[in-house]
């Protein structure tokens, strides 16, 4: 078998179409522009899909490269990403796909996003400096720990520069449509209202 050939092909399938069907309205939320409707049906959708992760890592731990292909993997996180009403969920998710980045079968920079999302909806400081809203002033940044050493960490994850990031970030978001897969700093999905 080799590595372009998952080992649950059936598997890939799924969560690439789960995290397909939510990309449009993932796009359009991080512009802010969904109405209190679509945002509840968003946060039903999100809740749904992070049940259905969570069955597979409970009997799959977390779907990598080897088990459902990178595609697959990538889909994953972004499922785990998008559920931010459920903060055990994320950390859990998180402590499996560094497991999966330490042997190889995941980015470690996916973990570095997810694990900066659940500190996040967690009420801390992030680490790597991935997460940021959207207010009327425009982008900022969520709270970092030590941001004196935030180059340093970003660059461990293979992270670009946090400055990198933000512009990538901000012309992701001046252009209509949905993301792009290989897209590295995620927008905190809870914006609406964000002050």
């Known amino acids: 078998m080799t590595a372009a050939q998952p080992l649950r092909p059936d598997l890939a399938r799924e969560l690439i179409a789960l995290a397909d069907q939510s990309a449009p309205r993932w796009s359009r939320q ?9 945002l509840g049906q968003g946060r039903h959708a999100d809740h749904a899909n992070a049940k259905r992760l969570s069955r597979i890592l409970a009997e799959e731990n977390w779907p990598g490269h080897r088990l459902v292909g990178a595609d697959a993997a990538h889909a994953a996180w972004q499922i785990a990403l998008h559920a931010d009403d459920q903060p055990d969920f994320q950390r859990t998710a998180a402590r499996l796909l560094h497991r999966a980045a330490q042997q190889g079968d995941a980015p470690l920079k996916h973990w570095a996003h997810l ?20 207010t009327r002033d425009g982008l900022r940044a969520c709270p970092i ?40 700093t995620v927008l905190l999905a809870a914006l609406a209202g964000a002050a």
């Open 145 to 184: 720990r030590d941001p004196a050493s935030l180059t340093a960490r970003r660059e461990g994850a293979g992270l670009p520069s946090a400055v990198t990031a933000l512009s990538a970030l901000r012309e992701r978001l001046s252009t209509p449509g949905p993301r792009s897969p290989d897209s590295d």
């Open 115 to 134: 694990h900066d999302r659940s500190l996040i909806n967690s009420g801390q400081p992030q680490e790597f400096g991935t997460q940021y809203r959207l």
């Open 30 to 38: 991080a512009r802010n522009e969904l109405d209190a409707v679509h």
